[in-house]
């Protein structure tokens, strides 16, 4: 079965410094791969989805992630935290044509002044 | 843009009622899908359903049932309501089995149902 595994449930950092939130996925087939973010009291948001053939992925606000087949990893990084990036980010995998997503738990991040 | 609309922002029900969770989407998607958003549990998939009249068990379904008699339109039936259903409930839909599987779903705003 296919799994997401999201470390840390919470990531504080301070405006300006860099983001980093780690996703790991289990999987014997290529997986097809999402960050979606979260604002409170909302529904989600797309930021990126993984295509494969481009291992860098740009998405909105600045983020990007990077897949890393070795390592089975897909993290989220942002150079710059701005106040409004404070919201939860979910990693999601997909390997079926019926597109039923497997969802980490999420990681909340916290940005402070 | 693919507008997903949840009937409710929030709700609040009493244990035992029969609730109802309405959703609609304009962009002509096949799939759509049911989760329920709990702390610490992150999102999970209760139902979907990849064509009208057609319905396929998530994760976890007991306790819920669903209807699709229009592409557009996807319900969620709390059969007897319970405490432990409440919940956030997200909606989502997304382009058929005849598209690429890396089509993103696209979310509601969610309904926040309490049961008291």
């Known amino acids: 079965a296919q799994s997401v595994t999201q470390l840390g449930s919470h990531v504080s950092v301070s405006e300006g410094a860099l983001v980093l939130l780690r996703c790991n996925y289990s999987?014997?087939?290529?997986?097809?791969l999402f960050w979606y973010v979260q604002y409170p009291n909302q529904g989600l948001q797309l930021l990126l989805k993984?295509?494969?053939?481009?291992?860098l992925v740009k998405g909105i606000n600045g983020f990007e992630a990077e897949f890393k087949k070795s390592e089975t990893s897909f993290h989220l990084t942002k150079p710059s935290a701005h106040m409004s990036d404070a919201a939860e980010y979910l990693c999601?995998?997909?390997?079926?044509?019926?597109?039923?997503?497997?969802f980490g738990k999420g990681t909340m991040l916290l940005v402070s002044p | 843009d693919v507008k997903v609309t949840q009937s409710s922002r929030y709700l609040v029900k009493r244990t035992g009622e029969k609730v109802f969770l309405e959703c609609v989407q304009d962009?002509?998607?096949?799939?759509m899908f049911w989760y329920r958003q709990d702390p610490g549990l992150g999102l999970r998939l209760i139902y979907f359903?990849?064509?009208?009249?057609?319905?396929e068990k998530g994760d976890i379904p007991e306790g819920y049932s669903v209807s699709r008699e229009k592409k557009e339109r996807f319900s969620l039936i709390l059969e007897s309501a319970s405490t432990n259903q409440t919940s956030m409930y997200l909606c989502?839909?997304?382009?058929?089995?005849?598209?690429?599987?890396?089509?993103?779903?696209?979310f509601g705003d969610g309904t926040r149902l309490s049961i008291l």
């Open positions: 989502a839909s997304t382009l058929g089995q005849g598209s690429t599987p890396n089509q993103p779903q696209h």
């Open positions: 993984y295509t494969t053939g481009a291992t």
């Open positions: 359903s990849y064509d009208v009249k057609m319905k």
């Open positions: 962009m002509d998607h096949e799939n």
């Open positions: 999601a995998v997909t390997f079926s044509g019926y597109s039923t997503l497997t």
């Open positions: 999987s014997s087939v290529p997986p097809y």
